[in-house]
C-alpha cells in the first residue's frame, strides 16, 4: 500500500470518528419526539373517548403514522444524503424556491419557538419540583430565568463541538428513557388499579370511527413529531446510508413503546374524571402513584426529559440555517463553522431568537401560526418519495421504504387531514404561516445570486 494511499484511509477515518454514532442519530430523534405533548394531551382525550383501548389505540394509530413519515424519510435520505431536512429533499425532489420555504419556517422559528416553549415549560417544571429555590422571587422571573439558562448553557456546550455534543445528547437522553420506563414500571407495579379494561368491545369501533378520536389524532401526531429529527444532520452522521434508516426506524419504535405504555398507566392508576380536561395528567397520575410528593417527583422527570428535548432541537435547527448559507451567497455568512465544525454563527443566530421569544412570550402564538407551514412540508416530503419513484427510477436507493407504496400512502392520508382540520378549525394561523412561507419566496430572490454553492440545490433532474 503506498503512502498517499495510507494517508487517504487514515484521513478518511479520523473524518468518520469525527461525526457522529448510530447511537447519538437515534438519541437526538428520541430526544426530539419527547417533549411536554405525551404528558399533557390524555386530559382532553378522555372527555370524548371514554375507553381505555381506544384510548390506547389512539398512540398506536399516532406511532404507525409516524413510523410510516420514519420510513419513507429514509429511503430520501438514503437516496438524497445531505443534512437539512425538507431544505434539502424538497430542493431535490420539486425546485430551490419550494425547498427554501421549507427551510426559512426551520431557520427563523420552526425550531426556535418549540424550544423556547420547551425551555419555559422546563422553567414551570422545575419551580413545581423545587418550590423553595429562589423563593423570595416571583414565579414569572423564576420560570423566565430558568428558561434562559437552560437555552443559553445547552447552546454553550453544542458550540464546543460534535463530541461534546454527542455525549450531552446521549447521556441526558438516556437518562429521560431510564426515568420514563423506571415510572411505567413503577405505576403498573405500586399504583392502585382502575375499573378499566384495555380489552377491546363493540362501542370502541364507534369511538375509533369517531370525530373525537379524529381530532384526538391530530394533537397525537403532535406529540410524535420529531421522528424527522436525524435527517438534519445527515452531514454529521457516519455512514447516512445505511445508518440513518435504522437510527429513524429504532427511535420510532422505542417512542411508540413508550407512548403507548406511558397513557396505559395514566389510565390504570387514576380515574379519568380525575384527568378529564386537566393539562398535568402526569402530575396527577404521580400523586396517584407516589402520594402527596409524586406530583413534584413527576415535574422533575418531566424537566430532565425536556434538556434532552432542548439539546435535539438546538443541534438540529442550525444545521439547516448553515445548508441554507451553503448554498446562497447571500446568506453565506451562516455557512462558517469552527475548527470543530460547528455553525457558530447559525447557532447564535437561533439562541437570539429563543431569547426574544422568551421575553416576549410570543412563541405560543408564533408555533400556533407554524404548524399548517411545518406540516405542509412534511407532506411534500413524504410525497416526495412517490414523486421520485415515478420520475427518477434509477436514482441509487440504498434504502427502500417498507410495504411501498402503502406506507407513504398513510402517512399522506393521515396528514392530509391533519392540513382540513388545520384550515377548518384554525384559518387564520394558517393563512399567516402560508403568508411566511410566502415572504420566504422575497428572502430567496435576494439571496439567490449565482455562486459556487447554487449547484448543490439544483435537483438531479434540473443537474442532469
Excluded at 76 to 90: H, I, M, Q, V
Amino acid at each position: 500500500m503506498s503512502d498517499q494511499t495510507s494517508t487517504a484511509l487514515s484521513d478518511q477515518r479520523s473524518i468518520d470518528l469525527a461525526k457522529v454514532s448510530a447511537v447519538t442519530a437515534t438519541a437526538i430523534t428520541v430526544a426530539d419526539m419527547i417533549g411536554i405533548g405525551v404528558f399533557t394531551s390524555l386530559g382532553f382525550q378522555v372527555r370524548g373517548i371514554p375507553s381505555a383501548f381506544s384510548l390506547v389505540m389512539l398512540w398506536v394509530v399516532g406511532g404507525i403514522t409516524a413510523l410510516c413519515g420514519a420510513l419513507s424519510y429514509a429511503e430520501l435520505a438514503a437516496a438524497l444524503p445531505r443534512s437539512g431536512g425538507e431544505y434539502n429533499f424538497l430542493s431535490r425532489i420539486y425546485h430551490p424556491a419550494v425547498g427554501f420555504l421549507a427551510g426559512w419556517i426551520s431557520a427563523t422559528v420552526g425550531f426556535a419557538a418549540p424550544i423556547a416553549l420547551a425551555a419555559m415549560a422546563f422553567g414551570t417544571y422545575f419551580v413545581g419540583a423545587f418550590p423553595d429555590v429562589l423563593a423570595g422571587v416571583s414565579t414569572a422571573t423564576r420560570e423566565l430565568a430558568l428558561g434562559l439558562a437552560l437555552a443559553w448553557i445547552v447552546s454553550l456546550v453544542h458550540l464546543t463541538g460534535l463530541r461534546q455534543s454527542s455525549l450531552f445528547q446521549n447521556i441526558s437522553t438516556a437518562i429521560k428513557v431510564v426515568l420514563i420506563a423506571g415510572f411505567i414500571v413503577a405505576g403498573f407495579t405500586f399504583g392502585s388499579p382502575q375499573p378499566v379494561s384495555f380489552a377491546p368491545s363493540v362501542q370502541d369501533v364507534g369511538y375509533i370511527l369517531s370525530a373525537p378520536f379524529a381530532i384526538s389524532l391530530v394533537f397525537v401526531m403532535y406529540s410524535y413529531s420529531g421522528w424527522n429529527a436525524a435527517t438534519y444532520i445527515i452531514n454529521e452522521v457516519r455512514d447516512p446510508e445505511r445508518t440513518l434508516p435504522r437510527s429513524l426506524l429504532t427511535a420510532t419504535l422505542i417512542v411508540l413503546t413508550l407512548y403507548v405504555a406511558l397513557n396505559a398507566v395514566f389510565l390504570y392508576t387514576t380515574p379519568m374524571a380525575k384527568m378529564a380536561g386537566q393539562l398535568n395528567v402526569a402530575q396527577i397520575a404521580g400523586a396517584h402513584i407516589f402520594g402527596d410528593t409524586g406530583g413534584r417527583l413527576v415535574a422533575a422527570v418531566i424537566c430532565i426529559g425536556l434538556v434532552s428535548a432542548v439539546s435535539a432541537m438546538i443541534w438540529i435547527g442550525p444545521r439547516v440555517t448553515m445548508v441554507i448559507g451553503e448554498d446562497l451567497p447571500g446568506l453565506r455568512f451562516f455557512a462558517r463553522v469552527t475548527r470543530a465544525g460547528v455553525p457558530a454563527p447559525a447557532i447564535l443566530f437561533q439562541l437570539a431568537v429563543i431569547t426574544v421569544l422568551l421575553f416576549t412570550q410570543s412563541f405560543e402564538a408564533v408555533i400556533d401560526y407554524i404548524q399548517f407551514s411545518l406540516t405542509v412540508c412534511t407532506f411534500l416530503a413524504v410525497l416526495g418519495v412517490i414523486v421520485l419513484r415515478w420520475t427518477q427510477p434509477e436514482l441509487r436507493r440504498p434504502y427502500r421504504v417498507w410495504a411501498y407504496p402503502l406506507t407513504p400512502v398513510v402517512f399522506l392520508l393521515v396528514t392530509g387531514f391533519m392540513l382540513y382540520f388545520l384550515i377548518t378549525q384554525k384559518p387564520m394561523q394558517s393563512l399567516a404561516g402560508a403568508l411566511t412561507m410566502v415572504a420566504g419566496l422575497l428572502v430567496f430572490a435576494v439571496s439567490r445570486r449565482r455562486g459556487p454553492g447554487q449547484d448543490a440545490m439544483l435537483s438531479p433532474a434540473r443537474k442532469a
